[in-house]
C-alpha cells in the first residue's frame, strides 16, 4: 500500500473502500464499526455523517484506532455512555 488513489463510500457493501496504485483494495465494513462503536444514537448519526461526506478521516481515524476519541470528543456532551470505553 503505496499512494492512495480514491477513498469512498460504497453504498451497495456499506463498506469505505479505500484502492492503491499497486491494485490493493482496503475495505471497511461501515456496520461492523458502527456495532461496536454506535451505542448511542448521537454516536451513530455522527459515524454517519463521516461515512457521507468525510470517508478519508473516517478510514483514518478506524485504522489509526482514534476513533473513539473522536466520539468521545463530538459525543461526550450528549451522552454518558461513552464513558465505559475509556
Not at 492512495?4 to 464499526?33: H, M, P, Q, W
Request: charged share 20%; glycine share 4%.
Amino acid at each position: 500500500m503505496d499512494i492512495l488513489l480514491s477513498c469512498k463510500f460504497n453504498i451497495d457493501t456499506a463498506c469505505v473502500e479505500l484502492r492503491y496504485a499497486d491494485g490493493e483494495i482496503l475495505s471497511i465494513d461501515c456496520i461492523a464499526v458502527e456495532d461496536e462503536f454506535g451505542y448511542s444514537p448521537h454516536a451513530r448519526t455522527e459515524l454517519d455523517w463521516l461515512i457521507y461526506n468525510d470517508p478519508l478521516s473516517y478510514a483514518q481515524m478506524v485504522l489509526g484506532g482514534t476513533l473513539i476519541n473522536y466520539l468521545k470528543d463530538i459525543v461526550s456532551p450528549h451522552s454518558l455512555e461513552l464513558d465505559n470505553y475509556s
